[in-house]
């Protein structure tokens, strides 16, 4: 039977130069086939608003959707270590308050560690979560909920000066406890850069080979939306999407031409019985 990473496993990892991988899930379904796939960690993020309800952006999605989603996938991966990210505006306005919604997902998710965006700002917030039992994972670069003030999904630490803000950030959050950190949209040799100069792995999407792990979307990695826009940071392992789309049309013309259901799907009554209706159609 698969063992549950720990919090230790993921430091450890780093230090061996062992990669470790990350998958986003939402639902019961995929945590399962993701633990089946051998995956190393699932996270339960906000991009669910965007990836299954249908949000243009992460911030519409509440603590009850993501406490919601986690159990599902609590359910689903009971080997696996489970991130759930803590949704926009539900922490950094109180140390109190996030304790207070940090203790719902826990408690109900059934996850192991939350995940945060942002360095500096919430580095006491990090460190109350830590000191009350709570595992964390940052997050820095591009920050889905900080859209509107990034101006857009923008590549980070293009410069020296961004590369050095984005190093402080990752700092902060290894001083407050975190046990790792995402680096997203992160231009590589800034990545390459912060990596080196953390002793907490860092998970990297869109931010080059240099990061101590990597996480796509499930939907993504699947190519499960059949239209969606291409992303320079995605690779699609499969075409689900068209799989799906094609059985679909299939099915339908079945219906359409009575080729669906056959005698095989039906239940019939043995030949030596009169039917209960009498003569079929």
Known sequence: MKKRLSIATFKKMKQEKQPISVITAYDYTAARLAELGGIDCILVGDSLGNVVLGYETTLPVTLEDIVYHSKAVSRGAKHTFIVA???????????????????KIMQHGQVQALKLEGGVEIKEHVKALVQAGIPVMGHIGLTPQSVNQLSGYRVQGKTREDAERLLNEAKALEEAGAFAVVLELVEASAARYITSQLTIPTIGIGAGIDCDGQVLVFHD???????????????????????????????????KSLSFPEQKHSFIQEENQQAIYGQDR
């Open 85 to 103: 990210d803590m949704p926009f505006m539900t922490y950094g306005v109180s140390i109190e308050q996030t304790l207070l919604n940090a203790a």
């Open 221 to 255: 990695l699947l190519q499960y939306e059949p239209d969606a826009y291409p992303k320079k940071f995605v690779k699609s392992y499969a075409n689900i999407g068209q799989v799906v789309t094609e059985a679909i049309q299939a099915y339908v013309q079945d219906v």
